[in-house]
């Protein structure tokens, strides 16, 4: 069952959110918003986030800044940026979860044949 945007009322998308499969979800939550020169040179608005993609954080205590993914976790949604880390009570840092709402995509890594083709094909 795959997430039914159509719906207004919350409790709809919540069920539908709650029940479709994990697949589905890391689909939908592991996409974030090109940047305005990406979206017109690629005539889409959003990509999947994948390692090495380069963002910039527009929203949360972290805003303004730029990086690469280190990592993604598609099942939550979040990824981890360069240089964006939070201090340990016990010494030492570890890098902060952020989700792909917060970032918008400013460099696509096109290592990937099949995604460059996708991404190239779609304009």
Known sequence: M????KSSKPTKMRKSAALSSVRDRSLK????????DLKSKYGTN???????DSVKLV???YAGIEGKIQ???????????EGVTREKIA???TPLRIHASNVVVTSV???DKLRRQKLEGST
């Open 59 to 61: 929203r949360g205590e």
């Open 29 to 36: 939550l592991s996409r974030a918003a090109l940047s305005s």
């Open 2 to 5: 795959k997430f039914d945007s």
């Open 109 to 111: 890594n096109l290592e």
């Open 71 to 81: 990592k993604v976790f598609p099942k939550e949604g979040r990824i981890t940026v």
């Open 46 to 52: 959003s990509i999947r986030l994948r390692t090495g």
């Open 91 to 93: 010494g030492g840092t």
